[in-house]
Structures are given as structure tokens and as C-alpha cells.
């Protein structure tokens, strides 16, 4: 689904997030002149979908709907779709935007600036996972805590992480 006009940020949903569970986060950057395109899984089967599947999935839609390089990021599997993403396509990648982050074994492209925004009682993917991806990209990564947000905080806190996506972008 996309939604905006102006520059264009790609987001991809967690696991178990499909639907419109981003949908309050990209309205709102949306009312702040982002284009927002958001790339579901396969809609046969999510938890079926590799990553490589989901790479593919994100960059046909994006060819689909004419997006080229542009930031690219998602929340929880969606953000570790988006890292991949970046690193197997580096000409799609102007950076990479993260809510929350998966303890994975993941790179991201070199060289694009990576936005970590973390709830800072999110349970399931703790503080520590952003603090250590950023650890090993300190000239690149910014960290972004949104207090008392637990691991569906783009859901609680629509407001906090559009604005925090959007102050750092400054694309208006």
C-alpha cells in the first residue's frame, strides 16, 4: 500500500504485523510529504517466506510501483528484510530505518546511514540488539529510544516514531 507524495520510504512489517499495523506511522509521515510504501509477505504463507523471498517480494514491488533508491526499513523481520535488502541491492539503498532490531546475523549495505528506533521496554528485542548494531557502525548509526515503548511501539507510539523517522530524515 502506498500513500504520500514526495520522497519515498519503503517499510516492511514484522512478523504477525501485516495489515495496517504500520498503517498510523506511515498516515502520519504521509501528512508530512513522505510517500510511504508498505510491502507485505507472501500472502500464502508469511511464516513460510525466506528471506530471500522477502528481499525478492520488497524489490519487485518497489520496481512495480517505480521506487528506486530510496530508505528502506521495517520493524522487527521487516527490518532485518530491509538490511538484507540494502546489502544485496546497494543501488536501492539510500539508508536503512530500523524499529527494532533482530539479533541476527544480518549485514547491512556499506557506506547508508542507519536509523535504530528501539522501545526501551520492548521485551523481545531488547535495547542491546540496537546498541550492538550501532556499536559496529558508530560513523553511521543513529539510536533513537522511544521511553516506554515495548516491542509494538510503531503501533503504541505511532506519533513518537513517525516524528522521530521524520526529524531525522528532515525531508520536509
Do not use: C
Not at 13 to 29: D, F, K, N, Q, T
Not at 30 to 53: H, K, M, N, P
Not at 104 to 109: E, L, R, S, W
Not at 118 to 126: A, C, T
Amino acid at each position: 500500500m502506498s500513500e504520500g507524495d514526495g520522497p519515498a520510504l519503503v517499510l516492511i512489517p514484522g512478523r504477525g504485523l501485516e495489515g495496517g499495523a504500520l498503517g498510523s506511522v506511515a498516515h502520519i509521515l504521509a501528512g508530512e510529504g513522505i510517500r510511504v510504501l508498505r510491502v507485505g509477505s507472501r500472502a500464502e504463507d508469511e511464516a513460510g517466506a525466506t528471506l530471500e523471498q522477502r528481499v525478492q517480494d520488497a524489490s519487485d514491488v518497489m520496481d512495480h510501483v517505480g521506487i528506486g533508491a530510496t530508505w528502506i526499513g521495517g520493524h522487527g523481520v521487516g527490518g532485518t528484510v530491509a538490511r538484507a535488502l540494502s546489502a544485496q541491492r546497494t543501488d536501492r539503498a539510500l539508508g536503512v530505518l530500523l524499529l527494532g532490531v533482530e539479533d541476527v546475523d544480518v549485514p547491512i549495505a556499506p557506506a547508508v546511514p542507519i536509523l535504530i528506533i528501539q522501545g526501551s521496554d520492548d521485551d523481545v528485542m531488547p535495547q542491546a540488539n540496537g546498541e550492538k548494531l550501532r556499536a559496529a557502525a558508530l560513523e553511521r548509526a543513529t539510536v533513537v529510544t522511544i521511553e516506554g515503548g515495548g516491542h509494538l511501539f510503531p503501533v503504541s507510539d505511532p506519533v513518537d516514531t513517525a516524528f522521530a523517522i521524520e526529524d531525522y530524515l528532515a525531508w520536509d
